[in-house]
């Protein structure tokens, strides 16, 4: 032992003895201990009104560790979800949204920028659709649940109004060519169904020269509230109308996409109109892009013509074109290219998510 | 210190009001004697937010009573610390109400009857760095060993003892200058 290790340990014990209060070598410090010792005997101080009913109802009992994400509500974990996918860059973002949503991913598509402007007012829809695609559990809210049927069916009320996918599927499936435009499917993200009559476009909703159909120029979009044009219910997006944050084009909100009926270009189920008309399409008789009046939806389908939608970015694999017929403001609500030549598959988005080509 | 800990603890565990009381019974006092030591100006508030946090994170403790007294330290240590750095961030301000401040002048009589065991002992205290007046802090008012106040404060077990040391070697310089008896 060296010299100074037996010096500390005789240090110790003479701190550890004025600690206990033993010995009487220092009563000055011994004193000070007693006293400081003597603080911990002093009366209690009052409970809060918490602890008080703690102290008196006690709690349950303990349970085994909870998983973090069942502490917190379903629209909590489906903003956390979409904050980590708006966090993820473009393709990340395709990524996310194709590979939930679909059952094979292909090749991501190129993402039209989607101005700021709609941004902020299309969140609450991607949280939707984000809820749609990972959850398959979400009804549209806050603007309410959409009725079944009004996505693909009949003529889309302004405001559109998306019903569910499997009921879009099946006004889809029972009217391949009733001339309703699709809802994007095929398209890349922000790719606008083309109105059917620009110079009739109200505002708000975006439309696409004739000139310009075909070439791939984005449609311009009449000044209005900023978001999507021409399918927009009055108290915000419509269910359809996704902005090109990556989310597939088929990414319908409502009741989540219906089992069984991805199609081998990896868009979901209900997505894609079963003639593969593109969201973009023309009516089955030929007709014009529909275009949907700026009015909330609240009825079965029905397109009224001019409505001009944004559909999401398809992402990966979402090569197939949008049902027809489809809601304009559904994204990916179709399951094929419909018939109808007012629009060419070169009006999608370019790159990954346009469907076949019109008859 | 419980005689039956473990069973108390069982009882804890279940969410028995009984068991509480018996916990908290046995540690408030030192516990709050602790913050007091620390010089946080709102005692009872504080000593209530320990004790709501041993006894909502009772799930996470395992051990025998020595263990849950570090524990319960180490709870009231990190809500100090909490404590200050909120207090630095957001100083407190308040308006002077005379009728509030309840301070007066004592006369002689008062000086000789005043009990300066704990204020005195408090004003000794704060003559120390913050480190040692932890550390003589739980191991005088908490009776806690070295190798708990070393996990208390997060500090090795030599580091504590030095600080011990030092500490009682400023009360002792502290004391010896005053001369003040106690």
Known sequence: ???????????????????????????????????????????????????????????????????????????????????????????????????????????????????????????????????ALTLGTVELTPHGSRPAGALLGGPVAPGGVVPTVPDALAARHGSPADGRAGSGVGSAAGERVRSADPSTAAPGQRVTPPSDRGNGVPPLTVPGNGLPGGSLPAEGLPSAVVPGNGLPAGSVPGKGLPAGAVPSNGLPSGTVPGNGTPAWALPGNGAAPVTVPPVPVAGPPAHAPGSDVAVPGVGAGAGAPPAVGADPGTPGAGAGAGPGGGSSPSDAAPGRGRGPAAP | MLADFDPVLASARRGSPEAFQALYADLVRPVAAYLRGKGVPDVEDLTSEVFLAVFTGLERFSGGQAEFRSWVFTIAHRRVVDHWRRASRTPGTAEYDADDDTRTAPSAEDEALVDLGSARVHELLAGLTPDQRDVLLLRVVADLTVEQAAEVVGKPAGAVKALQRRGLAALRRLVEAEGVPL
């Open chain 1, 1 to 131: 032992m060296r010299p100074f290790d037996d010096d500390a340990r005789v240090r110790a014990c003479a701190d550890d003895a004025v600690l206990s209060g033993a010995g009487d070598t220092e009563p000055a410090l011994h004193a000070l201990i007693a006293e400081l010792r003597a603080t911990a005997d002093a009366p209690a101080p009052a409970p809060t009104t918490a602890l008080a009913t703690l102290l008196r109802t006690g709690r349950p009992p303990v349970p085994a560790a909870v998983p973090t994400a069942s502490r917190f509500p379903l629209r909590v974990r489906a903003r956390r979800v979409v904050a980590r996918a708006a966090a993820l860059g473009v393709a990340g973002k395709l990524a996310l949204g194709t590979g939930v949503a679909f059952a094979s991913v292909g090749a991501v598509a190129t993402v039209e920028a989607v101005p700021d402007s709609l941004q902020n007012p299309a969140s609450a829809v991607v949280v939707e659709l984000v809820d």
